[in-house]
């Protein structure tokens, strides 16, 4: 007896039809393989070893509701008081012209209100205006970046109510703060930590510490500094939601 036939009767039902045992065994090897497959994947899958493109797809869509997404990616060199203080600079330099985004609302409404710098010992003399800066290719800055020690307090600018306490990737660890009529939001990104006690629905007053000044989100690891943004909100009264105010023009 050939190989061929003792490999086949070993292998194969003894119907007296070899090419249909042979069709039989191949639908069956087929249907295992499927079965096997299935079963890994849903294992893999159950210990979040994979990620289903639908979940993944809902992540961004969650992730980019955030301000904190208008975060920066990287710093340009910025000059303090003085002193130059590279952090993480860009390739290439971005024409502003060439910057795609919406033009910042009036600040009408804010100009007497003396708002406070909202990091502790710096003066209005070490800020520069960055609202227009690109970042991510064609997104503005729409803040402005207060470079400081890392646990420096951030203080907040005036009264109001915590709104919301969040972290997101872009932003780390941040606050959105209201103002007393609800009209403004006051957003302080890239925190350390938030001060001891701190809640969402708590009202703060001027100059009140609530973080520390921080690399989290995606500061650079070497720059701490604190990210500040203004808005002013809709009528929804959303606290990620509104048209953005360049903070220079407010607190110089």
């Known amino acids: 007896m050939r190989a061929r036939d003792r490999w086949r009767r070993a292998l194969l039902p003894r119907t007296g039809d070899w090419r249909r045992d042979l069709r039989t065994f191949a639908a069956g090897a087929g249907c295992g393989f499927l079965g096997g497959a299935l079963f890994v994947a849903m294992v893999l899958w159950q210990f979040h ?83 227009s800066d690109a970042r991510g ?45 609800s009209e403004f939001c006051y957003y302080y990104a890239h925190l350390e930590r938030y001060a001891d006690g701190l809640r969402e629905g708590q009202p703060v007053r001027r100059g009140q510490v609530i973080g520390y000044v921080g690399t989290s989100g995606n500061a650079p690891k070497t720059t701490p500094h604190l990210h500040f943004a203004i808005f002013r909100l809709t009528e929804a009264k959303r606290w990620w939601e509104g048209t953005p105010i360049d903070p220079y023009d407010v607190l110089r």
């Open 137 to 181: 290719g064609s997104r503005r800055h729409e803040a402005i970046d207060i470079l400081a020690p890392r646990n420096t307090p951030v203080l907040a600018v005036e009264g109001g109510t915590i709104a919301r306490l969040f972290f997101s990737k872009a932003g780390g660890t941040t606050v959105y703060q209201f103002d007393p009529s």
């Open 49 to 131: 070893w994979i990620v289903p493109p639908w979940t993944a797809r809902q992540a961004v869509v969650r992730e980019s509701a955030d301000p904190g997404a208008m975060g920066i990616e990287a710093e340009r060199p910025a000059a303090t008081a003085g002193r130059a203080v590279v952090a993480a600079a860009r390739s290439e330099p971005v024409a502003r012209e060439a910057v795609v985004g919406p033009l910042p609302s009036s600040p009408a409404g804010l100009e007497d209100r003396n708002l406070l710098i909202p990091v502790e010992g710096v003066a209005p003399t070490d800020l520069t205006r960055q609202f």
